[in-house]
């Protein structure tokens, strides 16, 4: 074999070897978030039952000039709850004011979006689809999942599994009659994206336009 023949058969072989642990990392992060957004769901479906609460996950929306995708939305009688799930370990460094947050395990740092404002994209996306609906009765909350530890002080609105549930059980005023309830699950059924890989592939291609692949 040629020299010229082994350095392209090099070559090829390293960008297949940087596209495969691309791959790979991805669908490592998309297994850790679907565990957490598990957790979130098996909780809330646990807790909060009957005709005073609709539970929908995964939901795609339209925002600004692509869209946001949103973790959790618990509807009910006493409030609309939008929820970010994260699942993380080790120590977590976190300000309310702060674009990024910072994870800590051993040696190994990783900073991630705000999730709190993450989740203000969100607001801001069914505030725009239940415009009936007054904002203060929409609610941020993030939740995480794992066994991370904040090593600042946790903001205001951010919770563990068990404080989310402790938090959305103190909305005890009805705020919704059921019919407009229900009306709000129609609207967002009807704005929502269809479930897909194609929604994924978009939703991606908007967050590495707006943040880079980072994200």
């Known amino acids: 074999m040629r020299a010229v023949e082994i350095v392209a058969l090099q070559g090829a072989l390293i960008v297949g ?14 297994v850790v978030e679907n565990q957490g957004e598990a957790a979130i769901r098996r909780a809330l479906t646990k807790n909060f ?9 995964n ?3 339209p925002f600004e000039d692509g869209t946001t995708q949103i973790d959790h939305i618990l509807l009910s009688k006493h409030g ?3 929820i970010e799930s994260k699942h993380y370990s080790g ?3 976190a300000n ?3 674009p990024t947050w910072t994870q800590v395990i051993y040696y190994y740092k990783q900073k991630f ?4 404002r ?3 994209k969100h607001i801001k996306a069914i505030q725009k689809v239940l415009d009936f609906v007054p904002s203060e009765h929409i609610h941020s909350l993030v939740a995480f999942t794992g066994n991370a530890v904040f090593k600042t002080e946790r903001p205001a609105g951010v919770f563990d599994v068990a404080g989310l549930i402790q938090h959305i059980g103190q909305f005890t005023t009805e705020v919704l009659t059921e019919n407009r309830l229900q009306f709000c699950v129609g609207r967002l059924e009807c704005h929502r994206k269809s479930i897909s890989g194609k929604t994924d592939v978009e939703h991606q291609e908007y967050l590495n336009r707006k943040h880079g692949d980072a994200t």
């Open 49 to 57: 039952t009957g005709a005073a609460y609709h539970l929908l996950n």
């Open 113 to 116: 979006q705000n999730p709190l």
């Open 80 to 82: 609309i709850f939008v």
């Open 96 to 98: 309310a004011s702060w």
């Open 59 to 61: 939901i795609t929306l």
């Open 118 to 120: 993450q989740n203000y």
């Open 91 to 93: 120590w977590i460094f």
């Open 17 to 30: 070897a940087l596209i495969a642990g691309f791959l790979l990392g991805r669908y490592r992060r998309k």
